[in-house]
């Protein structure tokens, strides 16, 4: 059996999120560039059900590691999915930093990454202002 590429690998990541979406928060997602806004909506909803702090941590369970890559491959995968849909670009990994991205033309993007930052830090690292910035 042959490995998958990236781009099919993405691709599914992203269909896996489209079914993640409906199944936990009932929200369809269609590859539009305004499901981008769905997609901050959830990961906001994400942000605010990981614990805070070391208290927290003790008390309450915390999604595993993988749990939370999982996350940032389907909605990493969805929103460089909508954007090759829309722009182009090419799925590859980028070995100096070690990471799936998406090369468009000369420019890397790398929404699996920002995914973890907004799950992570919050609003500060909204997916839909990104998305707006990597569009233009």
């Not at 995968?77 to 990994?93: A, F, T």
């Not at 998406?102 to 929404?111: A, C, H, R, V, Y």
């Amino acid at each position: 059996m042959t490995e998958p590429s990236p781009n099919e690998m993405m691709a599914a990541y992203a269909a896996n999120a489209v079914n993640f979406a409906v199944s936990n928060f009932g929200i369809a997602l269609d590859f539009s560039i305004a499901s981008i806004e769905q997609v901050e909506v959830i990961a906001n909803r994400l942000f605010h059900t990981r614990p805070k702090g070391f208290i927290a941590k003790l008390f309450r369970k915390e999604p595993s590691e993988s749990d939370v890559q999982n996350v940032c491959k389907m909605l990493g995968g969805y929103i460089g999915e909508v954007y090759r849909r829309n722009k182009g670009g090419e799925w590859q990994i980028n070995h100096d930093h070690q990471a799936i991205g998406l090369l468009d033309g000369e420019t890397w993007i790398f929404p699996l990454a920002k995914v973890l930052k907004r799950i992570t830090n919050g609003k500060k690292d909204d997916l839909k202002l990104y998305f707006a910035e990597i569009l233009e």
